[in-house]
């Protein structure tokens, strides 16, 4: 399985305010992802974000608001734009395990509280 | 859309008592993966799950694919205290994306 760091663990940002989370992983993989776990919620995909190509983004999210960078395949970043209250989540990376079939292997997530 | 549901929604158990929880959808998924997300951290796979039928075991836990390929059961045996958290199952689609079920907090009491 891959280790995923993310970065930071967590933050209280003001409302309007933008934020990169930064997710590493150990190896290189291809497809690299990113979810949103509202307070007390399931994990909801926002999009996946291949090295080379543009990010794709499930229905209710986009790229103005949640603008996605992938330069190589170990790094990804996610911005949370323009933040208000409702943006409160926990925002976490995963990656496909490759030859794993389908599994994907989670970070610890990152925590944000918009004020 | 789809959508997986979980139950129960959340249980409160004595220690060594047996656990059952349940994921059904209104989809047909290949892929039945169920994890664990303790507080403060991602979900951690527990086991996956690839055809039909199967029945898959991993030291306390076994889960089971469902007939109809549309739900999908876990169960732990004799809990312990860090068997506590909330557990997800995840369906497989566009053969790399997944969907959450709604999730199974569990709660063990000594």
């Known amino acids: 399985s891959a280790v995923i760091s993310q970065k930071p663990s967590r933050d209280i940002c003001q409302r309007g305010t933008s934020l990169t989370i930064q997710c590493q992983v150990d190896?290189?993989?291809?497809?690299m992802f990113w979810y949103r776990q509202q307070p007390g919620q399931s994990l909801t995909l926002i999009a996946t974000?291949?090295?080379?190509?543009?990010?794709?983004?499930e229905s209710g999210f986009v790229i103005d608001k949640f603008p996605i960078s992938r330069p190589n395949l170990t790094f990804s970043t996610l911005t949370v734009s323009n933040m208000s209250p409702e943006d409160s989540s926990i925002y976490l990376c995963?990656?496909?395990?490759?030859?794993?079939?389908?599994?994907?292997?989670f970070g610890a997530g990152t925590r944000l509280s918009v004020l | 859309g789809q959508q997986l549901n979980q139950s129960p929604q959340s249980m409160f158990i004595q220690e060594g008592e047996d656990v059952s929880m349940n994921c059904t959808s209104s989809?047909?998924?290949?892929?039945w993966l169920w994890y664990k997300q303790d507080p403060g951290e991602g979900p951690v796979l527990l086991i996956a799950?690839?055809?039909?039928?199967e029945l898959t075991s991993n030291g306390r836990l076994t889960a089971q694919f469902g007939i109809t390929r549309k739900d999908s059961f876990l169960n732990i045996s004799a809990s312990i205290p860090s068997d506590v958290g909330i557990y997800f199952c995840?369906?497989?689609?566009?053969?790399?994306?997944?969907?959450f079920g709604t999730g199974t907090r569990l709660q063990v009491f000594p």
């Open positions: 190896s290189q993989v291809t497809m």
């Open positions: 989809s047909i998924f290949n892929t």
């Open positions: 974000a291949n090295q080379g190509s543009e990010a794709t983004y």
């Open positions: 995963s990656v496909e395990g490759g030859a794993d079939n389908y599994i994907q292997y």
């Open positions: 995840a369906g497989v689609y566009n053969t790399d994306k997944l969907i």
């Open positions: 799950l690839y055809k039909a039928g």
